[in-house]
């Protein structure tokens, strides 16, 4: 059992996660993957993940087992996929040590998960391509789907805020959590405490998270709690998706809007769309002004996410 202890600081610094967190998704979908359980949407997800998983993604296969610990690193803090491989990349070596010896209790370590641990370049580079050659053929084709569940989670959440406050928050989380104040109590496969000590606690709800709650063994910084959402997708194949959006905004438009879907810059999307960068601003311009998208800017970058309107259009039209 995982018990998680608060103290009334804590309380006051609970919140829940904006968006999807990309890592954790990637991550726990492996675990789906390869033990074959999950609801219904993740098996339709697993028939056609199992049919273009690419080869690319080997090294990360054998970082996440069927079940039980992978390591720390793997779920850098972040929203966009391209921020947490930034991270991931400049994992100190200490915590890539750290966490791969934990990992080879269970797993006997390979000869690249041992260049891994002394930070080889190469190595990172070979998992970074991993991470993204599996996120593109997994994660990205169901990512609306994914993006749909998590906002209707974090609107029912919302509400139970309103009326019942944190603590009826903590209590409707799910059934394998049990709040029994100052602790919350997670059925999980290891007896660990994870003491918040005025760090306060960021819950994320996630799509591929089964049963009950995840999180880290190393809580350093913002200590975090992953847990299931309630999934529900559309009897749709990925191929099918998005044709009633194209006609409405053309093929291109609807490609871009679709994408933002995922979070990124205007590089980004250029890149995850197949067009140039002076193309994505000016579909993203027509789309802001439309009022499906929001843009910010960061230092010299722009930042483009969806509006609710935006994501209620996709979500219509899935």
């Not at 934990?102 to 930070?119: F, H, N, V």
Request: include cysteine; charge should be positive; aromatic fraction near 6%.
């Amino acid at each position: 059992m995982l018990r998680v202890h608060f103290s009334g600081e804590d309380l006051a610094r609970v919140r829940v996660a904006a968006r999807p967190d990309p890592m954790w998704e990637t991550t726990l979908s492996l675990h789906r993957l390869q033990r074959g359980d999950g609801g219904l949407p993740v098996r339709k997800w697993r028939g056609m993940v199992r049919s273009r998983l690419p080869k690319a993604a080997g090294p990360l296969l054998t970082l996440v087992p069927p079940s039980g610990y992978f390591p720390d690193f793997l779920t850098p803090s972040g929203e966009d996929l391209e921020d947490q491989l930034e991270l991931l990349c400049g994992t100190r070596r200490f915590a890539l040590r750290r966490d791969l010896a934990a990992l080879a209790r269970s797993r006997r370590p390979t000869p690249w998960a041992r260049d891994l641990g002394d930070a080889n370049p190469a190595a990172l580079g070979a998992l970074t391509r991993a991470v993204r050659s599996y996120h593109r053929a997994a994660i990205e084709p169901v990512w609306n789907d994914i993006l749909a569940c998590f906002e209707r989670q974090r609107a029912r959440q919302a509400q139970v805020l309103l009326s019942d406050g944190v603590e009826g928050l903590l209590r409707g989380l799910s059934s394998a959590m049990r709040w029994k104040a100052p602790v919350l109590e997670v059925d999980y496969p290891v007896s660990h405490d994870l003491h918040l000590s005025g760090r306060g606690l960021l819950l994320i709800p996630s799509f591929f998270c089964w049963r009950t709650g995840v999180t880290l063994v190393a809580n350093d910084e913002v200590p975090v709690l992953v847990y299931p959402v309630e999934q529900h997708l559309p009897d749709v194949s990925p191929h099918d998706q998005g044709s009633a959006l194209s006609a409405l905004l053309g093929h291109t438009r609807a490609a871009v809007l679709e994408t933002i879907a995922g979070g990124g810059r205007t590089s980004d999307l250029a890149r995850r769309a197949g067009i140039s960068m002076s193309s994505a601003s000016q579909h993203s311009t027509v789309l802001r002004e439309a009022g499906l998208v929001l843009s910010v800017r960061h230092g010299n970058t722009v930042r483009h996410h969806l509006t609710p309107l935006g994501s209620a259009l996709l979500r219509k039209n899935l």
